[in-house]
């Protein structure tokens, strides 16, 4: 069974990166065929799916937010990273990884979340 | 404003056959599986259904899900106080090549 934990700041400045990372147990990165997500959802809202990444490295991102998302992965950590970049306070969220098979099964495994704040 | 359309808000007694809603289209629901997720207070969403109508192992069958064009639904059987929670459906969409989810519904246990 995969898990996941995120990792990063909990407060960012308004204008500047969010940074996170999930790291990976219980499975590979590198040859587990998931494609790993981040997923975000804002106080007393619902979720939003912000992109994936693929074993092979191939992306795709949510269209809303594509401009300012760069998902990437690092193979030697078993993890994979979300920067976000040019936060405003309605980035302010709890931020989830998690494992995504295909279209048929969604998402089976998620990290407990991570709060990230914008605010000065 | 959601994807994916559900009532923000369901109800009943333990004991009662609860259901809900989630409405999408022909891009989202209606050419794609339909997944369910819960939602304890203060938790990560858990999966709940896959594939339209499939529980993974662990999940009582009194939860159950059907889908019908471009809608789904979730039913609950035997409502329990445990199973008061929110619940999201989700769904790939082949027009935004990306997942999109109903804006939640919160399951009061009365």
């Known amino acids: 069974q995969v898990q996941l934990q995120e990792s990063g700041p909990g407060l960012v400045k308004p204008s500047q990166t969010l940074s996170l990372t999930c790291t990976v147990s219980g499975g590979s990165i590198s040859s587990d065929s998931y494609y790993w997500t981040w997923i975000r959802q804002p106080a007393g809202k619902g979720l939003e799916w912000i992109g994936r990444i693929y074993t092979s490295g191939s992306t795709r991102y949510n269209p809303s937010l594509k401009s300012r998302v760069t998902i990437s992965v690092n193979m030697s950590k078993n993890q994979f990273s979300l920067k976000l970049n040019s936060v405003t306070a309605a980035d302010t969220a709890v931020y989830y990884c998690?494992?995504?098979?295909?279209?048929?099964?969604?998402?089976?495994?998620w990290g407990q979340g991570i709060l990230v704040t914008v605010s000065s | 404003q959601s994807v994916l359309t559900q009532p923000p808000s369901a109800s009943g007694t333990p004991g009662q056959r609860v259901t809900i809603s989630c409405s999408g289209s022909s891009s989202n629901i209606g050419s794609n599986a339909v997944n369910w997720y819960q939602q304890l207070p203060g938790t990560a969403p858990k999966p709940l259904i896959y594939?339209?109508?499939q529980r993974p192992s662990g999940v009582p069958d009194r939860f159950s899900g059907s889908k019908s064009g471009t809608s789904a639904s979730l039913a609950i059987s035997g409502l329990q106080s445990e199973d008061e929670a929110d619940y999201y459906c989700a769904a790939w969409d082949d027009s935004l090549n990306g997942w999109v989810f109903g804006g939640g519904t919160k399951l009061t246990v009365l």
């Open positions: 594939n339209n109508n």
């Open positions: 998690a494992t995504n098979y295909d279209v048929l099964t969604g998402f089976r495994n």
